[in-house]
Protein backbone atom coordinates (compact mmCIF):
# COMPACT_ATOMS: atom_id res chain seq x y z
CA UNK A 1 0.00 0.00 0.00
CA UNK A 2 2.58 2.66 1.19
CA UNK A 3 4.73 1.72 -2.01
CA UNK A 4 2.19 1.81 -4.16
CA UNK A 5 1.82 5.60 -2.83
CA UNK A 6 4.88 6.44 -2.93
CA UNK A 7 5.24 5.30 -6.35
CA UNK A 8 2.17 7.53 -7.61
CA UNK A 9 3.86 10.57 -5.53
CA UNK A 10 7.14 10.33 -6.99
CA UNK A 11 5.11 10.39 -10.65
CA UNK A 12 3.20 13.09 -9.63
CA UNK A 13 5.92 15.44 -8.78
CA UNK A 14 7.80 13.97 -12.11
CA UNK A 15 5.29 15.55 -14.39
CA UNK A 16 5.88 18.54 -12.52
CA UNK A 17 9.92 18.55 -11.96
CA UNK A 18 10.78 22.25 -12.28
CA UNK A 19 8.03 23.47 -9.57
CA UNK A 20 8.81 20.12 -7.49
CA UNK A 21 12.64 21.41 -8.27
CA UNK A 22 12.25 24.79 -6.69
CA UNK A 23 10.10 23.97 -3.68
CA UNK A 24 12.74 21.34 -2.80
CA UNK A 25 15.35 24.39 -3.41
CA UNK A 26 13.27 26.33 -0.37
CA UNK A 27 14.35 23.63 2.16
CA UNK A 28 18.25 22.56 0.67
CA UNK A 29 19.02 26.19 1.54
CA UNK A 30 17.67 26.24 4.82
CA UNK A 31 19.02 22.72 5.90
CA UNK A 32 22.58 24.05 4.13
CA UNK A 33 22.08 27.13 6.09
CA UNK A 34 21.46 25.28 9.60
CA UNK A 35 24.15 23.00 9.65
CA UNK A 36 26.44 26.01 8.26
CA UNK A 37 25.55 28.38 11.14
CA UNK A 38 25.44 25.77 13.78
CA UNK A 39 28.88 24.21 12.65
CA UNK A 40 30.43 27.99 13.05
CA UNK A 41 28.83 28.51 16.49
CA UNK A 42 30.11 25.03 17.73
CA UNK A 43 33.73 25.46 15.83
CA UNK A 44 33.92 29.27 17.46
CA UNK A 45 32.74 27.48 21.10
CA UNK A 46 35.60 24.88 20.78
CA UNK A 47 37.91 26.76 19.88
CA UNK A 48 37.77 29.44 22.68
CA UNK A 49 37.51 26.39 25.42
CA UNK A 50 40.53 25.06 23.75
CA UNK A 51 42.41 28.32 23.98
CA UNK A 52 41.63 28.44 27.42
CA UNK A 53 42.36 24.81 28.55
CA UNK A 54 45.58 25.24 26.85
CA UNK A 55 46.37 27.44 30.17
CA UNK A 56 45.79 24.36 31.89
CA UNK A 57 43.72 23.43 34.36
CA UNK A 58 42.50 24.12 37.88
CA UNK A 59 44.60 27.47 37.16
CA UNK A 60 44.54 31.07 39.00
CA UNK A 61 46.19 34.10 37.57
CA UNK A 62 47.08 37.17 39.79
CA UNK A 63 47.96 40.22 38.39
CA UNK A 64 49.04 43.50 39.46
CA UNK A 65 46.17 46.04 40.02
CA UNK A 66 45.76 49.41 38.60
CA UNK A 67 47.81 52.21 39.83
CA UNK A 68 46.11 55.98 40.41
CA UNK A 69 48.24 59.13 40.17
CA UNK A 70 47.05 62.22 40.34
CA UNK A 71 43.26 61.14 39.58
CA UNK A 72 44.63 59.19 36.51
CA UNK A 73 44.14 55.46 36.91
CA UNK A 74 46.13 52.87 34.67
CA UNK A 75 44.61 49.48 33.66
CA UNK A 76 45.52 46.34 35.51
CA UNK A 77 49.25 45.78 36.03
CA UNK A 78 50.13 49.52 36.13
CA UNK A 79 52.58 49.11 38.86
CA UNK A 80 54.39 45.68 39.74
CA UNK A 81 53.16 45.19 42.90
CA UNK A 82 53.77 41.37 42.69
CA UNK A 83 57.23 39.81 43.83
CA UNK A 84 59.05 36.54 44.85
CA UNK A 85 58.38 36.63 48.12
CA UNK A 86 54.80 36.63 47.02
CA UNK A 87 54.85 33.42 45.19
CA UNK A 88 57.09 31.93 47.92
CA UNK A 89 54.60 32.42 50.48
CA UNK A 90 51.41 31.46 48.02
CA UNK A 91 53.70 28.48 47.24
CA UNK A 92 52.71 27.71 51.05
CA UNK A 93 49.26 27.44 50.87
CA UNK A 94 47.57 23.70 51.55
CA UNK A 95 45.87 24.19 48.25
CA UNK A 96 48.49 25.26 45.64
CA UNK A 97 50.15 22.13 44.07
CA UNK A 98 52.42 24.74 41.78
CA UNK A 99 52.98 28.21 41.67
CA UNK A 100 55.20 30.22 39.26
CA UNK A 101 56.15 33.71 38.70
CA UNK A 102 56.22 35.08 35.32
CA UNK A 103 58.21 37.87 33.61
CA UNK A 104 57.64 38.67 29.82
CA UNK A 105 58.70 40.88 27.15
CA UNK A 106 59.80 40.75 23.32
CA UNK A 107 63.27 39.61 22.73
CA UNK A 108 65.63 39.34 19.55
CA UNK A 109 66.89 36.03 18.87
CA UNK A 110 70.10 35.31 17.01
CA UNK A 111 71.60 31.85 15.49
CA UNK A 112 74.10 31.78 13.00
CA UNK A 113 72.46 33.82 10.10
CA UNK A 114 69.18 33.36 11.63
CA UNK A 115 67.35 35.89 13.86
CA UNK A 116 63.78 35.48 14.83
CA UNK A 117 61.75 38.17 17.43
CA UNK A 118 60.16 36.03 20.06
CA UNK A 119 57.96 36.28 23.18
CA UNK A 120 60.57 35.76 26.44
CA UNK A 121 59.16 33.82 30.04
CA UNK A 122 60.86 34.37 33.18
CA UNK A 123 58.95 31.48 35.04
CA UNK A 124 60.73 29.04 37.87
CA UNK A 125 61.04 24.98 37.37
CA UNK A 126 57.03 24.53 38.24
CA UNK A 127 55.99 26.76 35.27
CA UNK A 128 55.67 23.38 32.67
CA UNK A 129 54.26 21.06 35.52
CA UNK A 130 51.36 23.66 36.18
CA UNK A 131 51.08 24.28 32.21
CA UNK A 132 50.35 20.54 31.11
CA UNK A 133 53.23 21.73 28.60
CA UNK A 134 55.36 18.94 28.04
CA UNK A 135 58.89 18.57 26.76
CA UNK A 136 59.74 17.03 23.36
CA UNK A 137 63.36 17.03 23.48
CA UNK A 138 66.23 17.81 25.97
CA UNK A 139 64.73 18.74 29.81
CA UNK A 140 62.72 22.05 31.46
CA UNK A 141 64.65 24.29 33.66
CA UNK A 142 65.97 22.91 36.97
CA UNK A 143 65.84 24.45 40.67
CA UNK A 144 69.59 25.09 39.93
CA UNK A 145 69.34 26.85 37.00
CA UNK A 146 66.26 29.15 38.98
CA UNK A 147 68.90 29.50 41.83
CA UNK A 148 72.09 30.63 39.78
CA UNK A 149 70.65 32.67 37.28
CA UNK A 150 72.08 30.50 34.41
CA UNK A 151 71.64 31.30 30.77
CA UNK A 152 69.97 28.58 29.98
CA UNK A 153 66.78 28.46 27.39
CA UNK A 154 63.70 25.97 26.51
CA UNK A 155 62.35 26.67 23.17
CA UNK A 156 58.86 26.99 21.95
CA UNK A 157 58.57 24.95 17.91
CA UNK A 158 57.80 28.16 16.00
CA UNK A 159 61.00 29.85 17.08
CA UNK A 160 62.96 26.36 16.95
CA UNK A 161 61.67 25.79 12.92
CA UNK A 162 63.06 29.78 12.15
CA UNK A 163 66.44 29.56 13.93
CA UNK A 164 67.54 25.63 13.69
CA UNK A 165 65.25 24.41 10.78
CA UNK A 166 66.24 20.83 10.42
CA UNK A 167 69.47 21.05 12.83
CA UNK A 168 68.63 19.24 16.24
CA UNK A 169 68.69 22.68 18.66
CA UNK A 170 69.91 20.44 21.78
CA UNK A 171 72.72 22.35 23.14
CA UNK A 172 73.49 24.63 20.83
CA UNK A 173 74.10 28.54 22.05
CA UNK A 174 71.51 31.10 20.93
CA UNK A 175 72.20 34.66 21.47
CA UNK A 176 69.59 36.53 23.25
CA UNK A 177 69.93 40.64 23.56
CA UNK A 178 73.28 39.44 22.54
CA UNK A 179 73.74 37.71 25.55
CA UNK A 180 74.38 33.58 25.21
CA UNK A 181 71.89 31.13 26.04
CA UNK A 182 72.32 27.48 25.95
CA UNK A 183 69.19 25.79 24.22
CA UNK A 184 68.83 22.78 26.74
CA UNK A 185 64.77 21.51 25.86
CA UNK A 186 62.23 22.19 22.98
CA UNK A 187 58.87 22.04 24.10
CA UNK A 188 55.74 20.96 22.55
CA UNK A 189 53.01 22.38 20.51
CA UNK A 190 50.54 24.12 22.41
CA UNK A 191 49.19 26.33 20.01
CA UNK A 192 47.62 30.00 20.93
CA UNK A 193 46.40 31.23 23.88
CA UNK A 194 43.54 32.78 25.14
CA UNK A 195 44.71 36.25 24.23
CA UNK A 196 45.43 34.77 20.34
CA UNK A 197 49.18 34.69 20.54
CA UNK A 198 51.64 31.95 19.58
CA UNK A 199 52.19 30.27 22.52
CA UNK A 200 54.70 28.12 19.98
CA UNK A 201 56.41 31.51 19.58
CA UNK A 202 57.70 31.77 22.89
CA UNK A 203 61.75 31.41 24.88
CA UNK A 204 61.14 29.93 28.20
CA UNK A 205 64.24 31.52 30.81
CA UNK A 206 64.62 31.24 34.45
CA UNK A 207 63.04 33.87 36.58
CA UNK A 208 65.79 34.98 38.01
CA UNK A 209 68.24 35.25 34.69
CA UNK A 210 65.28 36.89 32.79
CA UNK A 211 64.82 39.95 36.13
CA UNK A 212 68.51 40.45 36.47
CA UNK A 213 69.90 40.08 32.50
CA UNK A 214 67.44 40.40 30.24
CA UNK A 215 64.05 41.73 31.08
CA UNK A 216 64.76 43.56 34.56
CA UNK A 217 63.52 46.96 34.95
CA UNK A 218 63.35 49.49 37.83
CA UNK A 219 61.49 47.50 39.35
CA UNK A 220 63.72 44.00 39.21
CA UNK A 221 62.47 41.60 42.34
CA UNK A 222 58.59 42.46 40.80
CA UNK A 223 57.45 40.14 38.49
CA UNK A 224 54.49 40.61 35.79
CA UNK A 225 52.26 37.78 37.02
CA UNK A 226 51.93 34.69 39.35
CA UNK A 227 49.98 31.75 38.00
CA UNK A 228 49.19 29.38 40.85
CA UNK A 229 47.74 25.59 40.42
CA UNK A 230 45.27 23.93 42.81
CA UNK A 231 45.60 20.41 43.56
CA UNK A 232 41.71 20.08 41.99
CA UNK A 233 38.98 21.91 41.22
CA UNK A 234 37.07 21.93 44.14
CA UNK A 235 39.41 23.18 46.13
CA UNK A 236 40.14 26.16 43.71
CA UNK A 237 37.59 28.95 45.11
CA UNK A 238 38.98 28.21 48.80
CA UNK A 239 42.74 29.54 47.21
CA UNK A 240 41.38 32.09 45.24
CA UNK A 241 40.26 33.51 48.98
CA UNK A 242 43.32 32.33 51.04
CA UNK A 243 45.49 34.35 48.32
CA UNK A 244 43.72 37.44 48.29
CA UNK A 245 43.52 37.60 51.97
CA UNK A 246 47.33 36.60 52.24
CA UNK A 247 48.35 39.56 49.92
CA UNK A 248 46.49 41.86 51.29
CA UNK A 249 48.24 40.92 54.67
CA UNK A 250 51.89 40.89 52.79
CA UNK A 251 50.98 43.96 51.31
CA UNK A 252 49.31 45.72 54.16
CA UNK A 253 46.53 46.84 52.55
CA UNK A 254 44.17 48.39 55.07
CA UNK A 255 40.51 46.87 55.73
CA UNK A 256 38.72 49.71 53.60
CA UNK A 257 41.36 49.61 50.93
CA UNK A 258 41.25 48.36 46.86
CA UNK A 259 43.21 45.45 46.67
CA UNK A 260 46.70 45.96 44.71
CA UNK A 261 46.26 42.91 42.85
CA UNK A 262 43.43 41.00 41.00
CA UNK A 263 42.94 36.87 41.16
CA UNK A 264 41.66 35.52 37.93
CA UNK A 265 39.61 32.03 37.83
CA UNK A 266 40.36 30.44 35.12
CA UNK A 267 37.68 27.74 35.76
CA UNK A 268 34.73 30.52 35.87
CA UNK A 269 36.35 31.83 32.79
CA UNK A 270 36.05 29.14 30.77
CA UNK A 271 32.23 28.67 31.87
CA UNK A 272 31.17 31.80 30.99
CA UNK A 273 33.15 31.43 27.95
CA UNK A 274 31.38 28.07 27.13
CA UNK A 275 27.73 30.02 28.10
CA UNK A 276 28.75 33.44 25.83
CA UNK A 277 29.09 31.01 22.65
CA UNK A 278 26.89 28.09 23.36
CA UNK A 279 24.31 31.32 22.90
CA UNK A 280 26.13 32.47 19.82
CA UNK A 281 25.56 28.94 18.52
CA UNK A 282 22.28 28.53 19.57
CA UNK A 283 21.49 32.24 17.89
CA UNK A 284 23.25 31.29 14.42
CA UNK A 285 21.21 27.70 14.47
CA UNK A 286 17.82 29.96 15.20
CA UNK A 287 18.75 32.51 12.69
CA UNK A 288 19.21 29.47 9.44
CA UNK A 289 15.79 27.97 10.92
CA UNK A 290 14.03 31.05 9.77
CA UNK A 291 14.76 29.98 6.29
CA UNK A 292 13.76 26.15 7.01
CA UNK A 293 10.32 28.01 8.02
CA UNK A 294 10.06 30.05 4.96
CA UNK A 295 10.93 26.73 2.72
CA UNK A 296 7.77 25.18 4.76
CA UNK A 297 5.60 28.03 3.79
CA UNK A 298 6.55 27.34 0.10
CA UNK A 299 5.81 23.44 0.15
CA UNK A 300 1.93 24.61 1.93
CA UNK A 301 1.54 26.71 -1.13
CA UNK A 302 2.32 24.35 -3.72
CA UNK A 303 1.03 21.64 -2.11
CA UNK A 304 -2.64 23.64 -1.86
CA UNK A 305 -2.09 24.62 -5.37
CA UNK A 306 -1.29 20.67 -6.10
CA UNK A 307 -4.54 20.26 -4.78
CA UNK A 308 -6.52 22.70 -6.42
CA UNK A 309 -5.51 21.22 -9.67
CA UNK A 310 -5.68 17.56 -9.23
CA UNK A 311 -8.92 18.41 -7.70
CA UNK A 312 -10.79 16.26 -10.30
CA UNK A 313 -8.28 13.17 -10.17
CA UNK A 314 -9.19 12.92 -6.34
CA UNK A 315 -12.86 12.63 -7.18
CA UNK A 316 -11.91 9.84 -9.58
CA UNK A 317 -10.09 7.90 -7.06
CA UNK A 318 -12.34 8.47 -4.49
CA UNK A 319 -15.28 7.42 -6.72
CA UNK A 320 -13.57 4.08 -7.36
CA UNK A 321 -13.06 3.50 -4.16
CA UNK A 322 -10.38 4.98 -2.37
CA UNK A 323 -11.01 6.40 1.20
CA UNK A 324 -10.07 9.83 2.82
CA UNK A 325 -7.05 8.29 4.52
CA UNK A 326 -5.25 7.03 1.58
CA UNK A 327 -5.84 10.46 -0.21
CA UNK A 328 -4.54 12.26 2.95
CA UNK A 329 -1.12 10.03 2.99
CA UNK A 330 -0.65 10.42 -0.74
CA UNK A 331 -0.34 14.29 -0.42
CA UNK A 332 1.56 13.94 2.59
CA UNK A 333 4.32 11.82 1.58
CA UNK A 334 4.69 14.14 -1.69
CA UNK A 335 5.09 16.84 1.02
CA UNK A 336 7.78 14.42 3.06
CA UNK A 337 9.62 13.43 -0.18
CA UNK A 338 10.36 16.93 -1.22
CA UNK A 339 11.50 17.38 2.66
CA UNK A 340 13.67 14.75 2.42
CA UNK A 341 15.35 15.26 -0.82
CA UNK A 342 15.82 18.76 -0.10
CA UNK A 343 16.76 18.11 2.97
CA UNK A 344 20.20 15.33 2.40
CA UNK A 345 21.17 17.56 -0.45
CA UNK A 346 21.04 20.18 1.99
CA UNK A 347 23.35 18.74 4.15
CA UNK A 348 25.90 17.74 2.18
CA UNK A 349 26.00 21.41 0.83
CA UNK A 350 26.29 22.31 4.42
CA UNK A 351 28.64 20.08 4.68
CA UNK A 352 30.89 21.20 1.84
CA UNK A 353 30.16 24.71 2.80
CA UNK A 354 31.78 24.53 6.16
CA UNK A 355 34.90 22.67 5.04
CA UNK A 356 35.25 25.97 2.42
CA UNK A 357 34.23 28.24 4.95
CA UNK A 358 37.01 26.76 7.11
CA UNK A 359 39.66 26.55 4.89
CA UNK A 360 39.19 29.50 2.95
CA UNK A 361 38.61 32.00 5.58
CA UNK A 362 40.12 30.55 8.67
CA UNK A 363 36.57 30.03 11.00
CA UNK A 364 36.79 27.54 13.32
CA UNK A 365 34.03 25.09 11.99
CA UNK A 366 33.20 22.09 13.79
CA UNK A 367 31.13 19.58 11.96
CA UNK A 368 29.47 17.17 14.17
CA UNK A 369 26.15 14.54 14.27
CA UNK A 370 24.45 17.04 16.15
CA UNK A 371 23.67 19.99 13.48
CA UNK A 372 22.98 17.54 10.63
CA UNK A 373 20.58 15.36 12.87
CA UNK A 374 18.74 18.55 13.99
CA UNK A 375 18.46 19.84 10.49
CA UNK A 376 17.41 16.91 9.00
CA UNK A 377 15.21 16.12 11.54
CA UNK A 378 13.51 19.86 11.44
CA UNK A 379 13.46 19.23 7.84
CA UNK A 380 10.79 16.41 7.70
CA UNK A 381 9.16 17.99 10.29
CA UNK A 382 8.27 21.03 8.23
CA UNK A 383 7.42 18.35 5.60
CA UNK A 384 4.75 17.03 8.23
CA UNK A 385 3.44 20.00 9.06
CA UNK A 386 3.00 22.10 6.17
CA UNK A 387 1.93 19.04 4.05
CA UNK A 388 -0.55 18.07 6.84
CA UNK A 389 -3.26 20.85 5.47
CA UNK A 390 -3.11 20.72 1.90
CA UNK A 391 -3.38 16.81 2.42
CA UNK A 392 -6.31 17.35 4.80
CA UNK A 393 -8.23 19.53 2.17
CA UNK A 394 -7.41 17.10 -0.47
CA UNK A 395 -8.83 14.65 1.54
CA UNK A 396 -11.50 16.16 2.89
CA UNK A 397 -13.24 16.92 -0.55
CA UNK A 398 -16.61 15.19 -1.90
CA UNK A 399 -16.07 13.23 -4.44
CA UNK A 400 -19.61 14.64 -6.31
CA UNK A 401 -18.33 18.09 -6.12
CA UNK A 402 -14.37 17.15 -6.88
CA UNK A 403 -16.24 14.98 -10.48
CA UNK A 404 -17.73 18.52 -11.09
CA UNK A 405 -14.99 20.89 -10.48
CA UNK A 406 -13.57 22.54 -13.93
Known amino acids: MIATLLSEAWQAMLSNRLRTFL ?6 IGVAAVVLMVSIGQGTQQKVIG ?7 NLLIVNSASSRSGGVRSGMGGIP ?13 PPTLYASPIST ?33 GRGLSESDINSATRVAVLGQKVVDNLFGDED ?43 RQLLGGPFRSSVSMIMVKAENAEGLNALERQISALLRQRHHIRENAENDFGVTNMTSVAETASEVTGMLSLLLGAIASISLFVGGIGIMNIMLVSVTERT ?27 TVTGGVIGILIGVGLAQVVGQ ?17 GVSVAVG ?23
Open 23 to 28: TALGIT
Open 51 to 57: SINSMGA
Open 81 to 93: TLTLGDVAAIREL
Open 105 to 137: GFVQLVYGPNNWNSYALGVNAEYLELRDWEIEQ
Open 169 to 211: PIGQVVRVKNLPFTVIGVLSKKGQSMDGRDQDDSIIVPITTAQ
Open 312 to 338: REIGIRMAIGADRRTILTQFLLESIII
Open 360 to 376: VAAIPVSITAQPIVLAF
Open 384 to 406: VFFGLYPARKASLLRPIEALRYQ
